[in-house]
Nanobody, 124 residues
Framework: QVHMVESGGGLVQAGGSLKLSCTTSGLTLDRYAMGWFRQYPGQLREGVACISPSGRETNYHDSVKGRFNISRDNAKNVLYLHMESLKPEDTATYHC?????????????????RGQGTQVTVSS
C-alpha cells in the first residue's frame, strides 16, 4: 500500500522560507516522476514543480521559478520542496504526488499517488 505524508508547512511572513518534505512508503521511488501541486479552496490543482525519476530534470510553474527548488532522495524515499521569497499568493494546501512522468510542472500518468497535503500560509 502506498503512503505519502507531507510535512513542513506552516505560517510564514512574506519573504520568508519553508522546506516541505514528503515521506513515502510502498513505492520504489526511482521508478516514478514526483512533484508538488497546490490546491486553492474550490479550485483545480496547480502543478508547482516536477522532478524526473533520476532527479536530473526539473520543471517549475512560471510563478515559482527562481524561488522554489524541488529535490529528491530516492535512497531515503523522500521528496523535498524548498520555498524561498514566499508571497501571499503562495498560500495553499501543498500535496506531493508520484506518477509515470512529468508534463511541465505536473506529474501525470495512471497511478495518481498523492498525499493529504500540508497547509502553507504566507502573511503579508
Amino acid at each position: 500500500q502506498v503512503h505519502m505524508v507531507e510535512s513542513g508547512g506552516g505560517l510564514v511572513q512574506a519573504g520568508g522560507s519553508l522546506k516541505l518534505s514528503c515521506t513515502t512508503s510502498g513505492l520504489t521511488l526511482d521508478r516514478y516522476a514526483m512533484g508538488w501541486f497546490r490546491q486553492y479552496p474550490g479550485q483545480l490543482r496547480e502543478g508547482v514543480a516536477c522532478i524526473s525519476p533520476s532527479g536530473r530534470e526539473t520543471n517549475y510553474h512560471d510563478s515559482v521559478k527562481g524561488r522554489f527548488n524541488i529535490s529528491r532522495d530516492n535512497a531515503k524515499n523522500v521528496l523535498y520542496l524548498h520555498m524561498e521569497s514566499l508571497k501571499p499568493e503562495d498560500t495553499a494546501t501543498y500535496h506531493c504526488a508520484a506518477d509515470n512522468a512529468c508534463s511541465g510542472a505536473h506529474v501525470v500518468g495512471r497511478f495518481d499517488y498523492r498525499g493529504q497535503g500540508t497547509q502553507v500560509t504566507v502573511s503579508s
